[in-house]
């Protein structure tokens, strides 16, 4: 039984920076991999990247460069720097984690608002 709870989102100006943090509480030993994900209403979900227990971690490609996911001092708890924000980031942003034996990520926050204005 793993719950995660996001924080840091906000309205922030179009450029600027932002940080995004998901700590998990609960069984955070069963957790084999986490990461962030965000949706827009009336759209698909977008994966965007992951961190696992050994601190590999990868973006997806349209939000390299701009996105990254590290691991905090706690392991259970991980960040998502947002740089040069863009206003189309405009999303709510989803924290995850995989969990054993589930071949998908299996347990999810209830997301935080992100805002890009111009």
């Known amino acids: 039984q793993v719950q995660l709870l996001e924080s840091g989102g906000g309205l922030v100006q179009a450029g600027g920076p932002l940080r995004l943090t998901c700590t998990a509480s609960?069984?955070?030993?069963?957790?084999?991999?986490m990461g962030w994900s965000r949706h827009t209403p009336g759209k698909e979900s977008e994966w965007i990247g992951a961190?696992?227990?050994?601190?590999?971690?990868y973006v997806t490609d349209s939000v390299k460069g701009r996105f990254t996911i590290s691991r905090g001092r706690s392991k259970e708890t991980i960040y998502l720097q947002i740089n040069n924000l863009k206003t189309e980031d405009t999303a709510v942003y989803s924290c995850?984690?995989?969990?054993?034996?589930?071949?998908?990520?299996?347990?999810w926050g209830q997301g935080t608002q992100v805002t890009g204005s111009s």
């Open positions: 961190i696992t227990r050994a601190g590999s971690t």
């Open positions: 995850a984690a995989l969990t054993a034996p589930s071949p998908e990520y299996n347990c």
């Open positions: 609960g069984d955070v030993f069963a957790i084999d991999s």
